[in-house]
C-alpha cells in the first residue's frame, strides 16, 4: 500500500492537479474531466512504474457508487481474467494488443469474492485492439490482453457493476 501513496503523490506532482477534485470545485460542478494529455501524460508514469515491477500498472483515477473510472499500462500478457459482476468498457488510449473473449480459463482460482484469474483462455475469440477503439466486455466473460514482443498498450477502463446474463 505503501507504493500506492507514493505513486499517487507522484502523479499528483506530474499531473499538477489533484487525483480527486477539491470539494469545493465538486460542489459547483460534480462532473470529473480528464484530457487526453492528462490520461497520456499519467500512462507514461504507469510505464515507468511497470518497468520497475512485472510490466504493467494501473491506477484508480474516481471510485463511484456503482463505478470506477481507471487507467491501465502493459508491456506485458495479462492474466485471464473474469468479474462476476463488473462490466469493463476500455477506451485504448496508446498502443496495440490482442484481446481473447470468450472461452473457459486455464487455471482458474478465485482471488477475491466474484473475481477469478487465470493462465490462458482456451476457446475463446481473438481480436486486435488499437488505439482509438473502445470495447465493451460485459460481467461474466472470460478475457485477457495479449502482447508480443516489445509491444506496449495503455488504455482508460471504465468498471461498472452488472449482472451476469
Not at 512485472?54 to 495479462?78: I, K, V, W
Not at 485471464?80 to 487455471?107: K, Q, R, S
Not at 475463446?124 to 502482447?147: D, F, K, N, W
Request: hydrophobic share 35%.
Amino acid at each position: 500500500m505503501e507504493m500506492d501513496k507514493l505513486s499517487t503523490e507522484i502523479l499528483k506532482n506530474l499531473a499538477g492537479e489533484n487525483l480527486t477534485p477539491h470539494p469545493s470545485r465538486r460542489q459547483r460542478n460534480p462532473v470529473d474531466h480528464w484530457t487526453s494529455a492528462v490520461l497520456l501524460e499519467r500512462a507514461a508514469y504507469l510505464r515507468k512504474l511497470a518497468r520497475l515491477g512485472d510490466g504493467s500498472a494501473s491506477e484508480t483515477l474516481r471510485q463511484y457508487p456503482q463505478h470506477a473510472a481507471m487507467l491501465s499500462f502493459r508491456s506485458r500478457t495479462g492474466e485471464a481474467e473474469i468479474h462476476e459482476n463488473v462490466a469493463d468498457l476500455f477506451l485504448i488510449l496508446a498502443g496495440a494488443a490482442t484481446l481473447i473473449t470468450g472461452g473457459a480459463i486455464c487455471g482458474a482460482r478465485s482471488i477475491g469474492p466474484g473475481e477469478t484469474r487465470g493462465n490462458s483462455i482456451e476457446g475463446g475469440a481473438s481480436q486486435r485492439v488499437r488505439a482509438g477503439e473502445v470495447i465493451h466486455i460485459p460481467a461474466g466473460t472470460p478475457h485477457q490482453m495479449l502482447l508480443s514482443g516489445d509491444q506496449t498498450i495503455s488504455y482508460f477502463i471504465l468498471k461498472q457493476q452488472e449482472t451476469a446474463e
